[in-house]
């Protein structure tokens, strides 16, 4: 698997966009007919105004966003977090992802949506692979659909965890 050439964010970076609009935002800028207006990104994001205005500047000052010409592009393509760290923004965002999740289900149609679960039996000693293929799947599926433009921003969360109440047994 080739390395991860994305940008690591430190944990004090992430701290600050650890709401989930920061990156609404970073990508919000690579849709056709963006406006670099608050009042238009706020409507396309479903957030306010100020959140708009306060998250925009926070992308300016931290670098992730510049001005060219009269455009607004991202210094970074994209970006990723650490692994292996139990930081509390990232268990945030996580919550915050089962919210959006939720209101997706509710109010985005189908066709526009995909919602699918699996039970299956695993050995814990086989999680490190499976997070592995987890962020190869990630990595591919990124590669093949994720445009440099494009009309909308979506979100992907996958997730792995246990049903049954983990045991120190094997």
């Known amino acids: 698997m080739p390395e991860d050439q994305r940008p690591t964010l430190s944990q004090d970076q992430f701290h600050l966009i650890s709401d989930w609009w920061y990156f609404g935002l970073l990508n919000l800028v690579k849709t056709r007919g963006f406006k670099n207006q608050a009042a238009w990104m706020a409507r396309r994001l479903g957030v306010s ?6 998250a925009w ?10 001005q060219n010409g009269t455009r607004v592009v991202r ?3 994209s970006l990723k977090t650490t692994d292996k ?9 996580h919550l915050t992802d089962l919210e959006l999740i ?8 189908y066709e526009l949506r995909d919602n699918t679960s699996c039970f299956f039996v695993i050995d814990k000693k086989d999680i490190p692979r499976a997070r592995e293929m ?3 799947f990630q990595s591919q599926f990124l590669n093949e659909l994720g445009k440099e ?3 909308e921003v ?3 969360s996958i997730a792995l965890f246990p049903i049954t109440q983990v045991t120190g047994e094997q």
């Open 75 to 77: 210094k970074h393509p």
């Open 57 to 66: 500047q926070r992308l300016f000052r931290l670098g992730y966003l510049e």
């Open 85 to 93: 760290v139990m930081d509390l923004s990232i268990r945030k965002s």
């Open 49 to 54: 105004v100020e959140t708009v205005r306060e």
């Open 134 to 136: 987890i962020r190869l």
């Open 149 to 151: 433009s494009g009309e």
């Open 102 to 109: 939720e209101k997706a289900i509710f109010d985005a149609p």
């Open 154 to 156: 979506y979100k992907m």
